[in-house]
């Protein structure tokens, strides 16, 4: 666990560094805000078509394998990107980046392999701590490393380095999770599962409104994280230096919620209680950002609805890895790896076309029409259920 957090880390590092820099970087190159969303876009909708398949990929020939093609993918993505000088070569890029995007459902998988049903919460929630730290360092880095002068060759070179160190790091310490036996018995019902699409094997499980859970909250996080830059550059003229500070701090606030807090909140209050308090701070944040005029609400509106987010997503692969057969952990976690980034799509799509129309409230109140829903379905949604235990 120690060594496939610390992968994570690494190649999340690099993740990070891009994030505040994208927003500043493709002006530059002539883009216009809806340029900059549908650049996010060709991420997330390359990411969605390819996430089942690596899930699949890693129940055949184990999860440590497809992490390094991966991360080896990532470290050429961002060297393109580092030597792109026209805007069709950021597009080209960022989507070879969304191909090779199947980590975070396979490191899910590998935890849930090395976990207990007892630990797999805390399990996820390492999983999570590696992206918080990953999104204090990288951005921070990126906003720096950008320096005054708005260069973004170092910053991504600097992430190809971290995606290339986090491959020779699994290929020299990462052990493999999934036994030969566990391949083996995958191979022999390869057949026969191959005949299971998608929609049955999520009707099998019951599934189908846990992984649509998945679309909406990523299209929440996604459209908040699209927004904030735009929001603070045009309100409070800000760069890529502040805007990745702040982003820093909120990932060192993520790492100490997920990797500190997890397991506390999980014995306390459960999961489904846990995930319905966390959409609720989610909701108070984006209310917050949608009566906000000052620095200090703006950004207290972001640390409070991306708080409440963070808290969502381990406990969503966590609710997941629960009702999935062992056989199908790494189908169905690439499955909602891959709703996850249909949900990175429609959010930066929608907020780039309503803040064209309307403005920024109106985007901000948009999403906490989806975020009641999200609660909603929380709030209606019986306590976990295990695998082989009935059903509510």
Same mark, same amino acid.
């Given at each position: 666990?120690?060594?496939?957090?610390?992968?994570?880390?690494?190649?999340?590092?690099?993740?990070?560094?891009?994030?505040?820099?994208?927003?500043?970087?493709?002006?530059?190159?002539?883009?216009?805000?809806?340029?900059?969303?549908?650049?996010?876009?060709?991420?997330?909708?390359?990411?969605?078509?390819?996430?089942?398949?690596?899930?699949? $990929?890693?129940?055949?020939?184990?999860?440590?394998?497809?992490?390094?093609?991966?991360?080896?993918?990532?470290?050429?993505?961002?060297?393109?990107?580092?030597?792109?000088?026209?805007?069709?070569?950021?597009?080209?890029?960022?989507?070879?980046?969304?191909?090779?995007?199947?980590?975070?459902?396979?490191?899910?998988?590998?935890?849930?392999?090395?976990?207990?049903?007892?630990?797999?919460?805390?399990?996820?929630?390492?999983?999570?701590?590696?992206?918080?730290?990953?999104?204090?360092?990288?951005?921070? $880095?990126?906003?720096?490393?950008?320096?005054?002068?708005?260069?973004?060759?170092?910053?991504?070179?600097?992430?190809?380095?971290?995606?290339?160190?986090?491959?020779?790091?699994?290929?020299?310490?990462?052990?493999?999770?999934?036994?030969?036996?566990?391949?083996?018995?995958?191979?022999?019902?390869?057949?026969?599962?191959?005949?299971?699409?998608?929609?049955?094997?999520?009707?099998?499980?019951?599934?189908?409104?846990?992984?649509?859970?998945?679309?909406? @909250?990523?299209?929440?996080?996604?459209?908040?994280?699209?927004?904030?830059?735009?929001?603070?550059?045009?309100?409070? @003229?800000?760069?890529?230096?502040?805007?990745?500070?702040?982003?820093?701090?909120?990932?060192?606030?993520?790492?100490?919620?997920?990797?500190?807090?997890?397991?506390?909140?999980?014995?306390?209050?459960?999961?489904?209680? $846990?995930?319905?308090?966390?959409?609720?701070?989610?909701?108070?944040?984006?209310?917050?950002?949608?009566?906000?005029?000052?620095?200090?609400?703006?950004?207290?509106?972001?640390?409070?609805?991306?708080?409440?987010?963070?808290?969502?997503?381990?406990?969503?692969?966590?609710?997941?890895?629960?009702?999935?057969?062992?056989?199908?952990?790494?189908?169905?976690?690439?499955?909602?790896?891959?709703?996850?980034?249909?949900?990175?799509?429609?959010?930066?799509?929608?907020?780039?076309?309503?803040?064209?129309?309307?403005?920024?409230?109106?985007?901000?109140?948009?999403?906490?029409?989806?975020?009641?829903?999200?609660?909603?379905?929380?709030?209606?949604?019986?306590? $976990?259920?295990?695998?082989?235990?009935?059903?509510?």
């Amino acid at each position: 666990m120690p060594i496939l957090f610390g992968v994570v880390l690494l190649d999340l590092i690099g993740f990070g560094i891009v994030i505040p820099i994208l927003p500043f970087l493709s002006p530059q190159l002539g883009a216009s805000k809806m340029d900059i969303a549908l650049i996010i876009v060709s991420y997330a909708a390359c990411s969605g078509l390819c996430g089942p398949y690596w899930g699949r $990929l890693s129940d055949r020939i184990g999860r440590k394998p497809v992490i390094m093609i991966c991360l080896l993918g990532s470290a050429i993505a961002y060297v393109l990107l580092a030597n792109a000088s026209e805007l069709w070569m950021v597009y080209c890029a960022r989507a070879f980046a969304g191909l090779v995007a199947g980590n975070m459902g396979v490191a899910s998988a590998m935890m849930s392999d090395m976990t207990s049903s007892e630990n797999r919460a805390k399990g996820m929630g390492l999983i999570g701590a590696a992206f918080g730290m990953g999104l204090v360092l990288g951005p921070l $880095l990126g906003g720096l490393l950008s320096g005054d002068s708005g260069s973004f060759l170092v910053p991504c070179l600097v992430a190809g380095f971290m995606s290339g160190l986090a491959m020779l790091a699994a290929a020299l310490f990462l052990p493999e999770s999934l036994s030969s036996e566990r391949r083996q018995a995958h191979r022999e019902q390869r057949l026969s599962q191959s005949r299971l699409s998608t929609n049955q094997m999520l009707l099998k499980s019951g599934n189908r409104q846990l992984v649509a859970q998945f679309v909406l @909250h990523t299209s929440c996080v996604s459209g908040f994280t699209y927004l904030f830059p735009l929001w603070v550059a045009d309100l409070l @003229h800000w760069s890529a230096r502040e805007v990745g500070i702040v982003f820093g701090i909120q990932g060192a606030i993520m790492a100490v919620v997920q990797g500190v807090l997890m397991g506390p909140l999980i014995q306390s209050l459960g999961e489904m209680r $846990l995930l319905r308090l966390s959409i609720a701070c989610f909701l108070a944040g984006v209310l917050c950002a949608s009566f906000s005029e000052t620095m200090v609400f703006m950004v207290g509106s972001m640390f409070v609805a991306m708080t409440g987010a963070t808290l969502c997503m381990p406990v969503l692969n966590t609710i997941t890895s629960f009702r999935t057969e062992p056989e199908l952990q790494g189908r169905m976690l690439g499955t909602t790896s891959s709703a996850a980034a249909w949900g990175r799509v429609v959010g930066p799509l929608m907020a780039g076309s309503i803040l064209a129309l309307a403005g920024y409230r109106t985007v901000w109140l948009v999403y906490a029409v989806f975020l009641v829903y999200y609660l909603i379905w929380a709030l209606r949604e019986p306590e $976990l259920v295990r695998v082989g235990q009935p059903r509510a």
